[in-house]
């Protein structure tokens, strides 16, 4: 069974910085794509950024590029999410993702991921 769970979430201001965190296992986390994806409140949820399984291809959302940065941690089996500059328009739950889809991450649609974690809240104040 794959279980992610993030951490990291919390109330920073505008501009700030806040790293968030992916926990898995071993296997999924060599076997699968992952990808972070966050959810407004009214708002359907939406793609913040992917890294494949080699960590050689990531793919990041519009609204974040330049600003956020996707990562995987080796030795904690972790897949990391650095966000630079943050705005008010980033607050939202953001929930870690993975997948074993037979095509480039950068294809991926939020279908294609199997398997969810619970969200952990990102609130910037302005």
């Known amino acids: 069974q794959v279980q992610l769970v993030e951490s990291g979430g919390g109330l920073v201001q505008a501009g700030d910085s806040l790293r968030l965190s992916c926990a898995t296992s071993?296997?999924?986390?060599?076997?699968?794509?992952l990808a972070w994806f966050r959810q407004a409140p009214g708002k359907e949820r939406e793609f913040v950024a992917s890294i494949s399984t080699t960590s050689l291809t990531t793919f990041y959302g519009d609204s974040v590029k330049g600003r956020f940065t996707i990562s995987r941690d080796y030795a904690r089996n972790t897949v990391d999410l650095q966000m630079n500059s943050l705005k008010p328009e980033d607050t939202a739950v953001y929930y870690c993702a993975a997948g074993d889809q037979p095509k480039p991450i950068t294809d991926w649609s939020k279908d294609d991921y199997n398997y969810w974690g619970q969200g952990t809240q990102v609130t910037v104040s302005s």
């Open positions: 071993r296997r999924t986390f060599s076997d699968y794509g």
